[in-house]
């Protein structure tokens, strides 16, 4: 199988330089890291990827069976870094895609020997101790709706999701995204999303890691990266001057700027 065919795998950036591979989140493709990729760029060598079933990915190669759960995505991962015979790559995943990092530096840990987690959610659903940020009967109203009228979900939830109301072109943005997805795919990958929980393998991380919050983000709520912080004894918490879900469209130099002085510190 031609796996850059398949992920739709891009290279950018600096041949001789250490390698960034950034990971999407649900409902999103490769250009969702468009705009701190030049920065990322001059000092580094950058891939792209889309999880299959997302963007320019081979539709084909989708399963629903490989893509229930989150173990199918960090096979993509590692598939990638494979193809690309990457070693010691620093996995920069957004939202889910943290949580796919954290895997797939189990499966293969000589590929992966960093992550940064951008806005990151190991479970969304509250538990006694923890806060994820929604009940129960939230995530199933979440997934009912998204099912019932994915459409409808994609317009009325993305500009939940992005926050920054006052921007409302970025809402634009990633409501266009959501409905790009094959709305069976986006039904299988939400529902991966948000039952999952992941807590048990953030204890499996021992790379040094990068943790990236918001001020205020609807999504992932601080409470979260406190506690992805602090259940990673390695990791690093920094809280981003921007709101919203995702900072690489709200807050792209502040974004760019954490992960290159976590790349920095590194060396």
Request: net charge negative; aromatic share 8%; charged share 20%.
């Amino acid at each position: 199988m031609d796996i850059r065919r398949r992920n739709n795998v891009k290279v950018t950036g600096r041949d001789d330089a250490p390698v960034l591979l950034l990971a999407h989140g649900f409902g999103c493709d490769q250009n969702m890291w468009r705009l701190v990729v030049p920065a990322l760029a001059e000092r580094y060598r950058v891939v792209l990827f889309d999880y299959v079933g997302s963007g320019g990915s081979d539709l084909s190669a989708w399963s629903e069976e490989r893509y229930a759960s989150l173990h199918g995505y960090a096979a993509d991962v590692v598939d990638v870094c494979e193809e690309l015979d990457l070693r010691q790559a620093v996995f920069v995943g957004h939202s889910v895609s943290a949580m796919v990092g954290v895997l797939a530096a189990q499966a293969a840990p000589e590929r992966i020997g960093a992550l940064v987690m951008v806005t990151p959610s190991p479970c969304y659903i509250d538990d006694e101790g923890y806060r994820g940020g929604f009940s129960t009967a939230d995530i199933d109203e979440l997934l009912d709706s998204l099912e019932a009228n994915y459409l409808g979900w994609s317009s009325a939830m993305a500009p939940v999701i992005m926050g920054n109301p006052e921007r409302p072109e970025l809402g634009r943005e990633l409501t266009n995204s959501f409905c790009a997805t094959d709305p069976d795919i986006a039904r299988v990958f939400a529902r991966t999303t948000f039952l999952t929980d992941s807590r048990e393998d953030l204890k499996s991380v021992s790379v040094p890691t990068l943790v990236l919050e918001c001020e205020q983000d609807a999504i992932a709520p601080r409470e979260v990266g406190a506690y992805v912080h602090a259940a990673i004894p390695s990791s690093r918490l920094v809280t981003l001057a921007a709101t919203g879900h995702c900072p690489q469209l709200s807050a792209p130099e502040a974004t760019a700027g954490a992960i290159l002085d976590f790349m920095e510190s590194r060396q």
